[in-house]
């Protein structure tokens, strides 16, 4: 998870990734295992001053490098 300010990543009801404070754009990263399935997420984001960015990427079983999350991989139940 990849912001400028401030961010938090929540996966199945927990948080996951904390990567808070005043700062550029910069990336935390958390290692999880992840069953196949849905797996309701929620990112959270705050800005101060300056440049905005967000970007939530992975990195897929086997690859080498992180990827940004296609849209194709989110989905929204309706009414949320």
Known sequence: LSSDDGSRLELDGASVL????L????GAEVVLELAAGEHPLRVQAFQNEGGFGLELAWRRPGASAYERVPAGALSCRAGE
């Open 18 to 21: 904390e990567h808070d404070g």
């Open 23 to 26: 700062h550029s754009f910069s």
